[in-house]
């Protein structure tokens, strides 16, 4: 019986392989559930000391975006900058050195531009660890100190818009409250 051309793999191309189910972008198969999340959560940036900060899960944003003051280069790549890590408490300071990734225009939900120096930083949530993309910016008016955004989510979480805190109500003095934190 004769192949058609079409059948067989190009000499440069890999052959597909159809035993290996497909993956999310941090390497989990798709058949895995989704951790489910609140529409609020206690996320933890490991970068120093663990902080602890209550972010708003906000899936009409694209990208995530952290309230932080004092954004300067600290050479080699990276950024320092200093997060507030309690709303409505301007006393507790942690000062942190990123990755600077890149600087984005970020349209606000009332329509303005910004642009914004963005880095990559270490979030954990529930069971899981990953890296983010976050916007560096003042939210010294919002409501949450954090917003995780879209892309943060996409593959990793399903978001219940009634609950909250599902991986536990934290005191943000109290890291070890936070409950499936790694």
């Known amino acids: 019986m004769s192949r058609h051309p ?9 052959p597909v392989r159809r035993h290996e ?5 941090d390497g989990r198969s798709r ?3 989704l951790c489910r999340v609140g529409w609020r959560e206690w996320i933890i940036l490991p970068a120093g000391p663990t902080i602890p900060i209550k972010v708003k899960v906000d899936t009409g944003a694209r990208s995530s975006a952290l309230h932080a003051t004092g ?6 790549g990276l950024i320092r ?5 309690h709303q409505r408490r301007s006393g507790d ?15 606000s939900s009332s329509g303005i531009a910004e642009p914004r120096p963005t880095v990559r930083l270490e979030v954990a949530l529930g ?7 976050v916007t560096l910016t003042r939210r010294d008016r919002m409501g949450f100190r954090m917003l995780l955004g879209r892309t943060a989510l996409r593959g990793r979480f399903l978001v219940d818009p009634g609950a909250s805190f599902l991986h536990g109500h934290g005191d ?7 409950g499936n934190t790694p």
Request: charged content about 30%; aromatic content about 4%; overall charge negative.
């Open 6 to 14: 079409s059948d067989e793999p190009a000499s440069h191309e890999e």
């Open 21 to 25: 189910p497909p993956t999310r972008g």
């Open 31 to 33: 058949d895995e559930p």
């Open 71 to 76: 954004i300067q280069a600290a050479g080699h």
């Open 81 to 85: 900058f200093t997060v507030h890590p």
């Open 93 to 107: 300071e942690v000062e942190i050195v990123a990755p600077l990734v890149d600087h984005r225009e970020v349209r």
């Open 127 to 133: 069971p899981l660890r990953w890296p983010v993309e």
């Open 172 to 178: 943000p003095r109290e890291p070890q409250t936070l």
